[in-house]
C-alpha cells in the first residue's frame, strides 16, 4: 500500500495552435484512463486519434481545442458555432472567433473549417485550458458534477492494481483534514482499512476476479488521476464553487486542489477574476 500525501495539478494545455498539438493532448487524456502513457511515441497521436474516431471513443476528442478564425464568407459555420452548446464565439464584424474542440468538429463532419484553424488570440478567443491532477476518487466524483467540462479519469475498470505492472498494491489519498490532522487514534484506524481494503482487493484479484469485479471494493480514498477541459468561463464557476464556496462551504480537499489550479492559472498569466 502506497499513501500520496498531497494532491497534485499541471496544465497540460493553455489551448494548442495545431491540430497536431491537440490530438497530442487527446492521447494524453485518453491514455490517463488506462495508465498506458509509457505507449506514446512520436506519431503515436495521430494513430490513437484514428482509433478513438473508428470505435466512436469521440468524448476524448474535447480535449483538443480548436481555435478558428472566420471571414464574413463562412456566415453559416459561424451561425453554427454560435448556437452550438460546446462552442463559445465572439465577432469583430469581420471575423467570428471560435473556441470549439475537436469532438464537434468531427461529429458534424466540419473537416473544412480547420483551414481557418488559428493560435489563441486573447482579447478575441475565449480561452480554453487542459489541467491533469491527483486526487481521489471521492472529489473526482465532486469535480465531475461541473458536466460543462471534459472529463478523462483513470479506470479501475481497466487498471488492475493487483498486476506487477501497478507494482500489486493500491494507492491511496491520505487525508489532510478535520481530527486527522489532530489526532494519530483517527489516523492509524484509517490506514487499517485501507489496507483491508488493499487485501480484499488483491485476495479478489488472485481469486480470478477481473479489475472491475475486484474495484467493488475500493473506498473513496483510492487515488486516482483526472483530465478537465473546459474554457475560462467554466473554470471561473468552478472556482467559485471549489475554490470561494459560493453555494456553501467546500470539501476540505476539493478547495486545496482548486486553489493549486488557480495558483497555476496566475502564475500563466491566466486571468479568471478582474482582479488577477
Known amino acids: 500500500m502506497k499513501v500520496i500525501n498531497s494532491q497534485t495539478a499541471e496544465i497540460l494545455s493553455l489551448g494548442e495552435a495545431t491540430l497536431e498539438e491537440g490530438k497530442k493532448i487527446v492521447e494524453i487524456a485518453g491514455r490517463t484512463c488506462y495508465k498506458s502513457l509509457n505507449l506514446i511515441t512520436e506519431g503515436s497521436a495521430e494513430k490513437f486519434v ?3 474516431i473508428d470505435s466512436e471513443h469521440l468524448s476524448t476528442l474535447e480535449h483538443c ?3 478558428l478564425k472566420l471571414p464574413k464568407s463562412k456566415r453559416d459555420d459561424a451561425l453554427f458555432f454560435s448556437y452550438n452548446k460546446y462552442s463559445e464565439t465572439n465577432s469583430d464584424g469581420n471575423y467570428c472567433y471560435v473556441t470549439t474542440n475537436y469532438r464537434v ?3 458534424n463532419e466540419m473537416e473544412d473549417v480547420l483551414k481557418y484553424q488559428c493560435a489563441y488570440e486573447p482579447t478575441n478567443h475565449i480561452r480554453r485550458i487542459t489541467v491533469r491532477m491527483v486526487t481521489n476518487r471521492q472529489i473526482a466524483n465532486e469535480f465531475e458534477r461541473h458536466r460543462v467540462f471534459s472529463f478523462n479519469q483513470e479506470s479501475s475498470r481497466y487498471c488492475n492494481y493487483g498486476k506487477d505492472k501497478f507494482d500489486n498494491e493500491l494507492k491511496f489519498l491520505k487525508p489532510t483534514f ?3 490532522l489532530i489526532s494519530n487514534e483517527v489516523y492509524d484506524e484509517w490506514v487499517k482499512q485501507m489496507e483491508r481494503a488493499e487485501y480484499s482487493y488483491l485476495k479478489l484479484c488472485k481469486m480470478g476476479c ?4 475486484a474495484a467493488t471494493v475500493l473506498p473513496n480514498s483510492t487515488a486516482t488521476e483526472l483530465v478537465m477541459s473546459g474554457t475560462t468561463k467554466d473554470w471561473e464557476h468552478f472556482f467559485d464553487l ?3 464556496g459560493l453555494t456553501g462551504k467546500p ?3 476539493a478547495y486545496d486542489l482548486a486553489n493549486k489550479i488557480y495558483l ?3 502564475e500563466q498569466g491566466v486571468k479568471i477574476y478582474p482582479e488577477d
Open 178 to 180: 478535520g481530527k486527522f
Open 251 to 253: 470539501h476540505p480537499l
Open 264 to 266: 497555476l492559472f496566475k
Open 50 to 52: 484514428s482509433r478513438m
Open 242 to 244: 471549489r475554490m470561494k
Open 65 to 67: 481545442t480548436i481555435y
Open 210 to 213: 477481473n479489475a472491475q469485479e
Open 105 to 107: 468538429i468531427v461529429e
